[in-house]
């Protein structure tokens, strides 16, 4: 019988100590990262800012942008290491429920068009897609079109 306990994995605002352990992160999942300045511009604008943390390893994070009556997904990212493990979408479950608390009426993100499992996580999510952004994304050879997808909350 295995009686180890796993260590618990919370969600805690982002801290600018923690912007070099995220900006490992997003070099490893994405082509074009956003830039550490990114994030503390995000942080300092008062932005919502969290991070998934297992006791002191930072395993992903998630950034909402909240008008008055709508929230914004600027970025989520998991380490390569925890995707498909369900913290992609405790991350958007939390983000949703910071969006509900502060009235917002609808939420919006953006992502790749190549994005698939992304994508299929937000539909599952209730998210449909509304339009599309051509040539949103930087890419390897040109631009990438991006999916423009909304849940009403």
């Given amino acids: 019988m295995n ?21 490992l992160i997003e070099r490893e999942i994405f082509l074009f990262p956003w830039s550490p300045r990114n994030f503390a511009d995000s942080i300092d604008s008062g932005y919502y800012c969290q991070v998934l943390a297992q006791e002191e390893a930072i395993l992903g994070y998630g950034i909402v942008m909240m008008s008055p009556e709508e929230a914004h997904v600027l970025t989520l990212g998991i380490s390569m290491a925890w995707q498909k493990k369900g913290l992609g979408k405790k991350m958007l479950l939390h983000l949703i429920a910071h969006a509900r608390e502060q009235h917002a009426k609808s939420i919006f993100l953006d992502v790749r068009e190549s994005n698939h499992s992304a994508a299929r996580l937000y539909m599952q999510m209730g998210f449909k897609q509304i339009a599309t952004r051509k040539g949103y994304y930087p890419a390897m050879c040109g631009r990438e079109d991006a999916r423009v997808m909304q849940l009403m909350l």
């Fill in 3 to 23: 009686t180890a306990i796993e260590p618990i994995v919370v969600i805690r605002p982002m801290q600018s100590a923690d912007v070099e352990h995220i900006i």
